[in-house]
């Protein structure tokens, strides 16, 4: 590139948008200024690697940046915002059982001390991606997370993936230029996922759909996968003079920018051609070879090809030791890929690994049995440096320690604002029985079987807690628990482990700091449920952000993150992963749409025997009926208040050290066998729950009187805070179960019943009188009836 | 001796291990091995005396459902043929008997073309649930012995309408009870309800329900009275039974 390092700001900047290299003026002066040190100018090459790895995608410069947060005049500093919430909780817990946290492409926790396995898990968003290509966006946002799994320690075997998305209202059919309806963009996400999820054999067997006006134009797109992983085999370590070897699909052109461009908001000019494009039978031979060779340790690193390609790939694994690189070796989609777009295309199904010389003969071998391309691109070679070469051109020569540690930082302005109270009710409801119809049918609430029966989620045998139970399969789980017994060969070992979520951007409106307890609780709870031993419960954040230079947007994000923090460390559950995804926003005839902050929880924990796990459905006729916490009142962030827009923003106080006793509880019951179903309380209160659970042809008959004292009926039924769990125990076993529930918060709110008649009444006044079988219709027609 | 079980896979098969496992676990020893190797010469069928096709995608389900796989597999015609000659269990699951049936091994015929398919469900996408299967107790299939009347498993397919070439083949295949399960509720719209269908012998089974996944009583949708060992257990044990 000529006239670089004596250019001007302004042409600088000009440079950055004719580019699309998504740097700020002080990156650019900081890339300009090397430069001029080595007395030359860089070449495309060189500026396209540096905006791929500072770009926002890659180091994650807010998040991990310094953060000035001012709150009501009062000001504070966070130096790294990222390791002073997130990572603290984790480093003050310091729970032996995690096994790596944060530093490579997944967490990692123990199974159980005994086993000699080790659980990864890591989830990813692909959003920017899936708004403008929702079909190949979803594909390779599912690809690139497999691949973190595949690409963790010396490769882990991915057992379970997990989706959940966020949508526009379908009623919105007429978009601006250069944006798809929302209708549009799920139909494409859920095929996108489900046909790369399916052909890769992984089960998606956990996940969650949430709609709401601002991500009309923004989706949200989060996959996860978790992988099993040899406790052995957690570390990777690249010797001097190993071979960069790269298996997987050829290189094209497709995906050029896709870090950068996933940097900064979407607007009508927003193209396509930054998205991958997928293939999942190439990504299962890559899969293949990876557990034959890691069987037969022949490499000692490798890590997958995501953002950035093979600019960061080999960029970060040759960080320590330098690499040299003849990009004429790669194997091309298209002759006439450029040097550069070689280096940072992100054309998918790519892993690159570090081999030892002697080792190369046999993976060739593997890679021919199992059909998967493979070449040697150069080696780590020890020099520090990272050099490229296509041929005898010399296209990169720079510094690790630049290209990794010369990122300019600088401080973010983040204001926050408490918002105003609203204590007063502005609805006054009619008829119980109809505000319960209209919130099962609710698309918040609403059976979601239409995406999920599309997914193979019984795939490798081993999803015992499915996305639907019972005799008639309608009942929905609050976890997925997986027993990987066939990939293990252990199949008289019944350690197993469950994966929930939490998510509540209708709260974080409100108040973000509570948010994130409310979606650290809703996984927690969700996990107990299930039966899983919660004292070992591990958590992914992902974040979704609109555009960080607003202060306030910042601000409410900084609150989240500090509620992450506080949450984690009350609750006593470690974050051991987790991503950030910012400018989700959109201009819209000069208009900005920002998306509702919203924060995505994943958790994780070992299940000690999953032949005792619970599902959610009424079991037997005459069982008592407990609930577990104290209702607490307040309509704010609820599926309520969004139908009837009823004012009342009240949030239920969370009080994490009670909940988590009540469910420590509740996870011992279901191992003693005292329990016949459970259900948390989550989106569209109590009433809803009890709807669900009476789903498989019983149903119960509730009296809410000594458990709602001072509230208002809809509050009874509707309100949605932390801490509520409907039990059915076993009747022969309520007494045991009584007998340890000594300071425990339950109540017995009523029995099992055979009737077709759901009744909830309140100091002997019935409320809810409602047909089951009529609920099981609304609830199971809603989506599909929009679709 | 143990009797050995071959698991073939290709690109993409995806159940190899959840079915190398069930065999494993009723006594069998169980080798998962890619059709390449076999190709290549490394490893031979007739060393084998139980035969699986496992589930998934195989390459992809390109051009159509197992497609690719069965083009490989008749380039081996000859070894296969005596493999089923020789009376050997043979059981295809899901894109295993999509497989079977695109290579003209199902329904069984004396001129060993293809005579039937595997058509893409009447939803017109892939469907998951479980499903209740009615046992035909007449069939001559050795794996389907001893099961009960009606008994459940999961079905994940998006091409499991089974369609034969004609009524004549549908009825040969009903009045020789070649077809062991039926759909008591018909989720894809296959004819008279088929879910799977054997050969004369009984030995070569093709269905799309997957029993590797209902083989313990944990796996199962409903989480009571649950028995350690389930339906699915049955279509293994009987294959290592009758080869031991």
């Not at chain 1, 306030?552 to 992963?577: E, Q």
């Not at chain 1, 004012?647 to 011992?668: A, G, Q």
């Not at chain 2, 269905?207 to 989480?223: A, Y």
């Amino acid at each position: 590139m000529e006239n670089f390092i004596n250019a001007s700001k302004k042409e600088l900047l000009k440079l950055n948008e004719k580019f699309g290299w998504s740097l700020n003026s002080a990156e650019l002066e900081k890339a300009r200024a090397y430069f001029a040190g080595l007395g030359r100018n860089p070449t495309r090459a060189e500026m396209e690697t540096i905006a791929q790895t500072w770009s926002e995608h890659c180091k994650h410069k807010t998040f991990s940046g310094p953060v000035e947060l001012c709150i009501g005049g009062r000001k504070r500093l966070f130096r790294n915002l990222f390791k002073e919430t997130i990572v603290k909780a984790t480093l003050k817990l310091n729970k032996k059982w995690c096994l790596s946290v944060f530093k490579d492409n997944a967490g990692v926790i123990e199974m159980s001390p005994r086993s000699k396995w080790g659980l990864a898990f890591k989830a990813e968003t692909h959003n920017h991606p899936c708004a403008v290509a929702p079909y190949g966006g979803a594909e390779t946002g599912v690809g690139g997370v497999i691949r973190d799994i595949l690409g963790t320690g010396l490769g882990a075997k991915p057992v379970l993936n997990t989706d959940n998305f966020c949508f526009g209202p379908f009623e919105k059919e007429k978009m601006p230029k250069g944006f798809l309806p929302p209708k549009k963009i799920y139909e494409g996400v859920v095929e996108g996922v489900r046909d790369y999820g399916n052909r890769m054999g992984i089960p998606t067997a956990a996940g969650s759909v949430h709609f709401d006006e601002s991500y009309t134009f923004n989706p949200l797109v989060y996959v996860g996968c978790v992988g099993l992983i040899r406790k052995d085999r957690i570390f990777k370590k690249i010797k001097k003079g190993d071979l960069i070897v790269v298996i997987g699909g050829p290189t094209g052109r497709d995906g050029i920018h896709g870090a950068t461009f996933s940097s900064a908001d979407i607007d009508e000019n927003t193209g396509s051609s930054a998205v991958q494009i997928g293939h999942a039978v190439n990504e299962k031979k890559v899969l293949d070879v990876i557990m034959k060779a890691a069987d037969k340790k022949l490499y000692n690193a490798l890590t997958d090809c995501g953002a950035g390609g093979f600019s960061s790939a080999i960029g970060e694994l040759g960080a320590d030791t330098g690499a040299c690189v003849d990009l004429s070796k790669a194997l091309l989609k298209d002759s006439s890929v450029k040097p550069w777009e070689i280096w940072v295309s992100e054309s998918q199904e790519r892993m690159v690994l570090s081999v030892p010389r002697k080792n190369l003969a046999a993976l060739k071998d593997i890679c021919g049995i199992e059909e998967c391309p493979i070449c040697v691109l150069g080696s780590f070679d020890g020099s520090g440096r990272l050099r490229v070469f296509f041929g005898n051109e010399k296209i990169i020569d720079m510094d690790m320690a630049f290209l990794h540690g010369g990122l300019p930082k600088f401080v973010k302005k983040a204001v926050y604002k408490p918002r105003p109270e609203i204590k007063h009710f502005t609805h006054k409801p009619k008829d119980y029985n109809e505000v319960l119809n209209r919130i099962i049918s609710d698309v918040n609430v609403c059976s979601k079987e239409a995406i999920i029966r599309q997914y193979d989620h019984e795939v490798q045998g081993a999803t015992v807690l499915k996305p639907f139970c019972g005799k008639s399969g309608n009942t929905p789980s609050d976890a997925a628990v997986i027993w990987p017994y066939a990939f293990t060969g252990e199949m008289d070992n019944y350690e197993g482990f469950a994966v929930s979520h939490g998510f509540d951007s209708q709260s974080g409106k409100i108040n973000p700091y509570l948010m994130s307890f409310y979606a650290i609780d809703e996984a927690i709870r969700s996990l107990a449920c299930a039966g899983a031993d919660i004292s070992r419960t591990a958590l992914l954040d992902n974040f979704c952000c609109a555009n960080p230079g607003n202060p306030h947007i910042l601000g409410d994000f900084a609150m989240a993150a500090l509620g992450c923090r506080d949450a984690a460390i009350a609750y006593g559950a470690p974050f051991i992963s987790g991503k950030d995804s910012f400018y989700n926003q959109s201009k819209v005839k000069g208009k900005d749409y920002p998306i509702a902050l919203s924060l995505l929880i994943s958790a994780i924990a070992p299940v000690k025997d999953v032949r005792k796990t619970v599902s959610s459905e009424f079991k037997k006729a005459g069982n008592p009926v407990y609930l577990i916490g104290r209702i607490k009142g307040g309509m704010g962030g609820s599926v309520y208040s969004k139908i009837f827009k009823e004012k009342n923003n009240v949030l239920p106080p969370c009080k994490p050290r009670e909940h988590m006793k009540d469910y420590l509880f509740l996870s011992k019951a279901v191992e003693s066998g005292f329990v016949a179903a459970a259900h948390d309380v989550s989106k569209g209160g109590l009433a809803a729950a009890a709807a669900k659970m009476s789903f498989d042809g019983l149903t119960c008959k509730l009296e809410l009187g000594g458990v709602c004292r001072g509230l208002r009926t809809e509050e009874a039924l509707f309100s949605q805070g932390p801490g509520l769990i409907i039990v059915e125990v076993e009747s022969g076993k309520e007494k045991a179960f009584l007998k340890s529930s000594c300071g425990i918060r339950i109540s017995k709110i009523g029995f099992v019943s055979a009737d077709e008649k759901l009744e909830i009444s309140l100091r002997g006044e019935t409320q809810i009188k409602a047909d089951t079988k009529k609920l099981l219709s609304l609830w199971k027609n809603s989506l599909g009836d929009k679709i | 001796m143990k009797p050995k079980a071959l698991i073939l896979r290709g690109a993409a098969t995806n159940c190899d291990m959840e079915t190398a496992a069930a065999f494993n676990y009723c006594g069998a020893k169980a080798e998962t091995v890619h059709i390449n190797e076999i190709l290549k010469g490394f490893k031979k069928i007739s060393d084998y005396d139980i035969l699986a096709l496992p589930g998934g995608f195989s390459y992809g389900d390109d051009i159509s459902a197992g497609q690719i796989f069965a083009l490989k597999i008749r380039s081996l015609k000859k070894d296969f043929e005596n493999f089923i000659k020789a009376g050997k269990p043979v059981i295809g699951i899901c894109n295993g008997f999509q497989v079977l049936v695109k290579t003209g091994y199902l329904p069984e015929n004396p001129c060993g073309e293809r005579r039937a398919t595997l058509f893409l469900n009447d939803c017109g996408r892939f469907i998951c649930k479980w499903v209740k299967l009615k046992v035909n107790p007449k069939s001559p299939c050795i794996f389907t012995k001893g099961l009960p009347e009606e008994i459940e498993l999961p079905i994940a397919h998006g091409e499991g309408k089974f369609l034969p070439r004609d009524k004549k083949d549908l009825e040969a295949i009903l009045a020789g009870n070649l077809a062991p399960v039926f759909y008591v509720e018909n989720p894809n719209g296959s004819a008279a309800d088929i879910a799977g269908i054997c050969s004369s012998r009984g030995n070569v089974l093709g269905l799309m329900p997957h029993p590797e996944r209902n083989f313990f009583g944990v796996q199962g949708q409903k989480k009571e009275g649950k028995n350690f060992l389930s339906a699915g257990f049955m279509f293994f044990k009987n294959a290592v039974d009758y080869c031991s």
